[in-house]
């Protein structure tokens, strides 16, 4: 497909946000601009959108390039000059402008549409959290989170006489020569310890800022103060309590059995940390593609007998250079598919080495990249800007609707069934991890005035009761305590996790409908995607034909759906 940059109406196509001079003239004007009716207010809206996109998108690319280069000096310049002194001075103007949007008589004309009605609550809540005292402080948030990007980005270890990443380190863990993956995880551990104390202080000093937002604010904790901030209306924290039960009662049983089955086919009673991810048939790490390049062109082919639309999607970011797919020193971990407004084609940032979790990775961050192809149309930036709930279960989605076409990447049939099998249960096991992330950001923001021992003993204690039991951790029992400084959400975006889990089960029920009716279900996913977020997170659910629930009974039901499925080897 050809894309274009939509011709900008309201800001100048020539404007270069190099100071907030720049920028100012157009918060100004919209602040000052007289509406004497509905057609004048839609247009105002739309001239505003049309600035927070452009703003986002400059934000946006600052911090795509940083993290694929956090060594340049420059391009980290570039990005804390934008959170600490164009965002602290929009912030009063975007608050102006959100008191202005609501008070004017055409608002409640509006509100009775569905798409605005939930773009409006979003802007009424901003106004219900603003604060001037904590514009400064969000600034010194953003620039603070930012940190553990640049200290884990620099963690790298020596093997085979050079250095490598830790996504490639860990992807040794797979490779069924035991002593070398003892010595990795052993190399993982010394390097990473080195990085604790630093981690923990940067962890506590965003916790100590975190907090003081959220008084400032008028609440009690920072978990309520997010709560409303990442606009959660449509269900409780006594609900992810319910999570979090639920998780412990139906899911854990099933990884144990999982483990327990991979502990009989390696005669073992008990693994060893660097064993969870070994083929217990004593297998090499299963290997879809050997660089980038592959792994997009396969990911476009499993795409293209989908549907047409999803692969066209990929082929354009291609074309457009917004991908950067390899792992290499001195590039911020993990993978992100980051919305660009403006333009409405996305960029994708990940680490690949190889390894079947990249593929994975890639699907996932191609699901989020079609769901922002499907929303770019929508009138205002504001209809786009998804909760996690919604957005993660496009990418989720992907990851297992994608599963009936992964011959692409596999030849052999039986490598293309152990790799159905590891991601169906690489879902199951994730979802104890997930609630365990959560379950400790509620205690560790309930609690700001905890020590770093208390922090340490919590996630010891948590870890037990989402725990299987079957892994020892002799020995190595610092590295348990210390494991969730891996977790990038804790640091960069607090909360930002159970959607993960929420999210999970969504795609599971998504990927169950596909099984019946291939054809509908993707209908069905695109529908629902195709909304952004102009409606409720259940009625999104609902539209792609899936429940908005994480009751027991209904996450019993589908666990078992999916232990059969794994029992029949029917995936």
């Known amino acids: 497909m050809h894309i274009e940059k939509p011709k900008r109406i309201f800001l100048s196509e ?70 600490t002194e164009i965002q602290p001075k929009a912030a ?45 402080l969000d600034a010194e948030i953003n620039e603070k989170s930012q940190v553990f990007g640049a200290i884990s980005g ?53 916790i100590k800022k975190r907090h003081e937002v959220s008084v400032n604010a008028g609440f009690k904790n920072y978990r309520d103060f997010m709560f409303q901030a990442l606009g959660r209306f449509d269900y409780t924290k006594e609900d992810c309590f319910q999570f979090h039960a639920t998780v412990k009662k139906s899911i854990v049983p099933l990884v144990k059995q999982i483990q327990q089955n991979k502990l009989s086919s390696l005669g073992q009673e008990k693994f060893k940390p660097w064993d ?53 020193q001195g590039k911020a971990p993990g993978g992100y598919n980051y919305p660009l407004y403006e333009i409405g084609v996305p960029f994708i940032f990940m680490n690949a080495v190889g390894s079947q979790k990249d593929l994975v990775t ?43 076409y992964w011959d692409i990447f596999y030849d052999d049939p039986t490598d293309l069934q152990r790799a159905k099998q590891d991601q169906l249960e690489s879902v199951i096991v994730i979802l104890p991890w997930i609630a365990q992330i959560d379950e400790f950001q509620h205690w560790v923001y309930e609690n700001p005035d905890h020590s770093i021992a208390n922090r340490k003993e919590k996630w010891l204690k948590l870890g037990e009761s989402y725990s299987t039991g079957l892994v020892d951790w002799t020995g190595y029992e610092e590295v348990r305590m210390n494991s969730w400084q891996k977790q990038m959400h804790l640091f960069e975006v607090p909360f930002y996790y159970i959607e993960y889990g929420i999210a999970q089960l969504g795609a599971l029920s998504i990927w169950k409908n596909s099984i019946e009716n291939e054809a509908k279900a993707l209908a069905a996913y695109k529908q629902a995607l195709s909304l952004g977020y102009t409606a409720s997170i259940p009625k999104i659910y609902k539209e792609a034909n899936v429940a908005f629930d994480f009751s027991e009974t209904y996450i019993n039901d589908l666990m078992g759906f999916v232990g059969q499925q794994l029992a029949d080897n029917k995936i």
């Open 92 to 136: 009063p103007y975007e608050d102006l402008l959100n008191k202005k949007m609501v008070e004017l008589e055409y608002f409640n004309s509006l509100k009775t549409d569905e798409s605005y009605a939930i773009y409006f609550r979003a802007i009424k809540t901003s106004l219900d959290l603003y604060r001037e005292e904590n514009i400064a």
């Open 154 to 206: 620099a963690q790298t270890i020596a093997h085979e006489d050079e250095q490598i990443t830790m996504q490639k380190a860990a992807s040794l863990l797979k490779d069924p020569n035991a002593q070398l993956r003892k010595e990795v995880f052993e190399k993982m551990a010394l390097r990473r310890k080195e990085d604790i104390e630093k981690l923990d202080d940067l962890y506590s000093e965003l």
């Open 14 to 83: 020539n404007l270069i946000v190099d100071s907030w001079e720049a920028v100012e003239i157009y918060y100004k004007h919209l602040l000052e601009r007289p509406i004497n009716s509905l057609e004048e207010y839609k247009k105002w809206l739309k001239d505003r959108s049309e600035l927070d996109a452009v703003m986002e998108e400059n934000g946006a690319w600052r911090y795509i390039k940083m993290t694929i280069d956090t060594t340049n000096e420059e391009l980290t310049k570039d990005y804390t000059f934008f959170v």
């Open 276 to 328: 969870t991810e070994v083929d217990p048939l004593g297998r090499k790490p299963l290997q879809p593609f050997v660089d980038g390049k592959e792994l997009l062109d396969k990911t476009i082919s499993v795409f293209q007998k989908m549907d047409t639309y999803f692969s066209d999607c990929l082929e354009t970011m291609n074309s457009m250079g917004y991908l950067d797919l390899e792992s290499k």
């Open 362 to 404: 890639m699907v996932h961050e191609g699901g989020h990249a079609i769901h922002s192809f499907l929303t770019r149309n929508l009138e205002l930036t504001g209809f786009k800007n998804l909760p996690s709930e919604v957005a993660e279960l496009a990418s989720m989605s992907m990851e297992l609707l994608s599963m009936k």
